[in-house]
């Protein structure tokens, strides 16, 4: 089944620990991208990738991190969490180096204290 | 500054009729926008594109326009369903990234 896997769904962290939450898709898409999502404030870029070993900042990208090594695999990484982190989260990818139709995994809900 | 509009208030409408959803943007020159709709707890889902060049796009009982003059994109889901109540997201494309609007709640009551 094609697809976009985030891992883990739910996740309860404390201030400072650094977390990374994975993304794979299986579809051989190039374009992958990372969302965060607050009541109020919609859907907002973190970061994108046009394929392999090329990544971009989105609209918030502070106190992020990604990298894409491989085509199927865009791990977020938090180095030093915050409450402020405190979103829900969605992995994206596209098919083609442009961005046309996301397919969203089913996201992560982050909890930071 | 750049802007993406949707109704912020949910929308609630009877089984059957057509639920209509606007989506306004400012400061954009997108070359196409993209409706989006999402459950609750769940990723959005992809239902429709539609081109700079393009007036209108229909998909079963869907059906979107594009007005780049009024900058102005209008959802439409005809003869309702309770199955349609969602979130639906609009989005634009512009400098290779999807620019989300906050969405409208339906909500379709039997």
């Known amino acids: 089944e094609a697809q976009v896997t985030q891992n883990p769904r739910y996740l309860i962290t404390v201030t400072g620990k650094k977390l990374t939450v994975t993304c794979s898709q299986n579809m051989n898409h190039e374009y992958m991208s990372w969302y965060r999502q607050d009541p109020g404030l919609g859907l907002r870029q973190i970061y994108y990738s046009m394929n392999v070993e090329v990544t971009d900042k989105g609209d918030v990208p502070e106190g992020y991190k990604v990298s894409r090594k491989e085509k199927r695999n865009f791990p977020l990484i938090l180095e030093s969490p915050s409450p402020n982190q405190t979103s829900l989260y969605f992995c994206?990818?596209?098919?083609?180096?442009?961005?046309?139709?996301?397919?969203f995994g089913p996201g992560t809900r982050l909890l930071v204290l | 500054s750049q802007k993406i509009e949707q109704n912020s208030e949910a929308l609630n409408i009877q089984e059957g009729k057509t639920a209509t959803l606007t989506c306004n943007y400012t400061n954009y020159s997108p070359a196409y926008l993209q409706w989006y709709r999402q459950d609750p707890g769940r990723g959005p889902v992809f239902l429709l594109l539609i081109r700079e060049n393009e007036k209108e796009k229909r998909k079963e009982r869907l059906k979107v326009t594009f007005d780049t003059t009024l900058k102005q994109s209008l959802f439409h889901i005809t003869a309702s369903q309770p199955a349609d109540s969602a979130t639906y997201l609009c989005?634009?494309?512009?400098?290779?990234?999807?620019?989300f609007g906050q969405g409208t709640e339906l909500s379709v009551k039997p």
């Open positions: 994206a990818s596209s098919p083609g180096q442009g961005v046309k139709t996301q397919y």
């Open positions: 989005a634009l494309y512009q400098g290779g990234k999807l620019i």
